[in-house]
């Protein structure tokens, strides 16, 4: 009451005091329940305080409960009014408050006491704010307070009132102003650090030594019985680079140790830190592969100075292999994982993803084959690791996974350049050739329709048309394997390949049996008519291994073909008359095995067979080759006329020949003796001429004599009787009377034909008869050369001659 009478609290005892006994003893008789459970209160505040760092909160907690206390408090009947009130307007929140504080010192607290410290304890300027200071501080609370919206000033300046208020705490007091601050201390906080470095407490000692950051004090710890302590110690350690650390690490230390140092090593590490994690590593079970993999991915393999690059590959030649292929995977992505510059160190986690995959059973292999991993050792593996990959490629349950790994690579690696299509693709050529590739072609197929994607497309197209194209034997496999990209196989093949039958012969065994029909009208259809004959070869074979199993189809097949050798051969092409001859022989017995096949029920999308048409083009080849055949009867009968007139044409011309070369020989005959006749005059008349010149003459006649000899003759010799002109006494006939040789004297075939006709009569004057034509000797030498060489060239001039020479002549 005097208290909230406005009472100074320093003056309330000396008041007291002066109050009356009787006063006194009916105000305190009015409180006495209500104080009665402040008590009990106060006795739980008692013992939570033991748990507590600083001392006084029985007289803190008493004081603020007397605060609250009612100043009014009615005389009768009060007392349980007035409890139900300090019940509801005096809420035990000290007593929660002094529970949370206790709980976090204890160093793992709930989340619900941390938020009563931090929310309700550390808002007060008192004792609970102080203790809240010193309570979140430690190292163990304050790893989980430091990531939260804490503040930190306001910590600060309670740990700087308890440095000076507490005398005894000043070290717990510089460790929460360091923590809070996150600064070096300086003054008489570094030194109030320094000085619990001996402090009795073992805690206060660590957390001294932690935020000093004392390698000896530390150290101390290390070796002490406080497990959390001791891996907290080395955690620090292990973040300032403890070379003492690294050695008993090195010397004797097991996983816990290690562990506690890999969580605070940096990875900026010497080559020694890194042998003693590899020494711990061989002693400890599973080589401590997943510790080390969190600590090393921080930083790059590729960014590894080349010493310690070289000890990570030995520790994976060595341990690595022998792990499981998960964790061999998870190192390889880390070790290759930059593309631009690849380091050699990476073949040696290559090698060990290889020995783990090859010691762990099938089934485990094809849950490795689709992590994200396994895709960076594909991108990664070269001839000697392709050898692996054929043989899990054949083993169960291995390949369908091992494919969709290949055909997703550039996805999956994240990269769509040239690089990883030309590896994706170079890995399945692998993969595939062998004699038991056939093996592959289901699980294949499979894959290739879940990832038949453009950009697997375009990766691995020119691979399997390369194959395509050097292995025949397998194209039957590839188009199987590879159905969604038969559409572009085709394209290649009609651009790189042209021929038609080439195409079809590789595409209808794989086809899809209903449309093999397509496939034949595809390839006779506006075909050139020289070539048809070829093309329907292949067509026969394949109608003969379909027709049992798929008779409509075949049979549409066959009228597609029976119809274009029908139109070709229709259209005057007969040299297709063999093909359409054996068509005709051969499709009685297509027809009745179509009419005996079984109803075939998967050919829904054919109502009906097509041999009608079939029978159509049948009945139009047959009767073309009738009219073929009586044509060649036609003709082989005027082959034989010509041949015979032919015959009776040259017999004529041989003895129109005989009758020339008869009458030639007869001319040079008759020649020969003019000639003969002539010299003997030429020789009488020069010697007559001799005889009668005087002898100074000769010499000069000697030399006039050569071109006078012909008039000599004349002159000299005594006049001869002409003899008659002859005239035919046959029918005259145009050629008689053709002007031949027009400055000729005998320039018609009928002057000719007399003057031989009148020499072959007067024989024995053949000189008279030429001198009555009018020619010399030399004159008709040189005329009946003309003559007979024209004879020769012209075979009616021959014949006229000949019939005029053997005619009548009057």
């Known amino acids: ?47 939570i305080e033991e748990g507590l760092v600083l001392k006084g909160f029985r007289e803190e907690v008493e004081d603020r409960w007397v605060q609250r206390f009612p100043w009014k408090v009615p005389e009768a009947t009060a007392s349980e009014v007035v409890e139900e009130g300090l019940h509801e307007e005096v809420p035990e929140r000290e007593l929660a408050r002094l529970a949370a504080l206790a709980e976090v010192h204890q160093g793992q607290p709930s989340h619900a006491a941390l938020a009563i410290v931090v929310e309700e304890c550390l808002r007060d300027d008192g004792l609970f704010g102080q203790e809240a200071a010193l ?160 600590w090393a991915r921080a930083r790059p393999f590729a960014d590894w100075p080349p010493e310690q690059r070289s000890l990570w590959a030995d520790w994976a030649r060595s341990w690595l292999g022998r792990l499981s292929s998960k964790e061999a995977l998870r190192f390889l992505s880390w070790a290759a994982a930059s593309d631009l510059a690849p380091v050699p160190e990476a073949r040696a986690f290559m090698s060990a993803v290889v020995e783990a995959l090859s010691r762990e059973p099938a089934s485990r292999r094809a849950e ?38 290949l055909l997703s690579l550039p996805s999956r690696w994240g990269r769509s350049d040239a690089k990883a299509r030309e590896q994706g693709a170079r890995l399945w050529m692998a993969i595939w050739q062998g004699a038991d590739f056939r093996r592959l072609v289901v699980p294949l197929a499979k894959a290739v329709r879940a990832w038949s994607g453009s950009s697997q497309e375009e990766a691995f197209l020119g691979a399997v048309w390369q194959r395509f194209r050097q292995q025949p034997e397998e194209r039957e496999a590839l188009l199987t394997a590879f159905a969604p990209w038969r559409g572009a196989l085709w394209e290649r093949q009609r651009a790189e390949e042209p021929d038609p039958v080439v195409c079809f012969q590789t595409w209808w065994p794989v086809e899809d049996p209903a449309l093999f029909a397509e496939r034949v009208d595809a390839l006779v259809r506006d075909a050139p008519p020289e070539d048809l004959a070829r093309r329907l070869d292949p067509v026969w074979t394949a109608v003969e291994a379909r027709v049992d199993a798929w008779p409509r189809a075949t049979s549409l097949a066959v009228s597609y073909a029976a119809a274009a050798l029908s139109g070709a051969l229709r259209q005057g092409h007969d040299a297709l008359a063999p093909e359409a001859e054996w068509f005709l022989s051969w499709s009685p017995k297509f027809m009745d095995r179509v009419r005996g096949a079984p109803d075939p029920v998967h050919e829904e999308r054919y109502s009906r067979d097509f041999l009608a048409d079939i029978e159509v083009d049948a009945r139009l080849m047959r009767a073309h080759l009738d009219q073929l055949r009586a044509q060649e009867e036609a003709d082989r009968e005027a082959e034989l006329r010509r041949q015979v007139a032919e015959s009776r044409r040259r017999d004529l011309e041989r003895q129109a ?117 009018g020619l010399t000797v030399a004159a008709w030498s040189s005329e009946a050369t003309a003559w007979g060489a024209l004879l020769s060239r012209r075979m009616d001039l021959a014949l006229r001659f000949s019939e005029l020479f053997q005619g009548a002549w009057g």
């Open 135 to 294: 309570a979140l501080t430690p190292w163990r609370v304050w790893r989980h307070v430091r990531m939260s919206r804490v503040p930190t000033d306001r910590i600060a300046r309670l740990a700087r009132d308890v440095f000076e208020r507490f005398p005894s705490r000043r070290a717990l007091a510089a460790v929460a102003w360091v923590r809070a601050t996150d600064r070096a201390p300086e003054g008489d906080l570094l030194l109030a650090l320094r000085e619990g470095l001996s402090h009795p407490s073992e805690a206060v000692r660590f957390e001294c030594a932690h935020c000093l950051q004392d390698e000896d004090g530390l150290l101390m710890v290390v070796e002490g019985s406080d497990t959390a302590r001791g891996s907290e110690a080395r955690r620090v350690l292990a973040a300032m680079g403890s070379a003492r650390l690294l050695a008993r690490l090195e010397s004797y230390g097991d996983t816990a140790f290690a562990l506690d140092v890999l969580k605070r090593l940096p990875t900026q590490v010497t080559p020694g830190a890194l042998r003693a994690l590899f020494a711990v590593s061989s002693r400890a079970e599973g080589a401590l592969a997943e510790a080390l993999y969190s």
């Open 657 to 773: 020949q005989q009758r020339q070369a008869e009458a030639e020989r007869e001319a040079e005959a008759l020649r020969r003796v003019a000639e003969s006749r002539r010299r003997d005059l030429e020789r009488q008349a020069q010697q007559r001429l001799v005889d009668a010149l005087p002898p100074r003459d000769l010499e000069w006649q000697a030399h006039q004599w050569q071109g006078d000899a012909e008039a000599l003759p004349r002159e000299a010799g005594p006049p001869r009787d002409a003899p008659g002109l002859l005239r035919p006494q046959g029918p005259a006939q145009p050629l008689d009377q053709e002007v031949c040789f027009p400055e000729a004297r005998l320039r018609t075939l009928v002057d000719y034909a007399r003057l031989v006709k009148a020499v072959s009569v007067n024989n024995a004057d053949a000189l008279a008869v030429f001198e009555a034509h």
């Open 368 to 405: 490795r084959f689709q992590d994200a991993a396994f895709s960076r050792f594909l991108s990664l593996a070269d001839e000697d690791d392709a050898r692996p990959l054929h043989a899990w490629a054949r083993e169960e349950g291995c390949a369908e996974p091992l494919l969709e790994a």
């Open 1 to 47: 009451m005097l208290v909230h009478a406005g009472v100074d609290r320093y003056a309330l005892a000396d008041r007291v005091s002066l109050l009356p006994a009787t006063l006194a003893e009916r105000l305190e008789g009015r409180y006495a329940r209500l104080w009665a459970r402040v008590q009990r209160l106060l006795l739980e505040v008692s013992r």
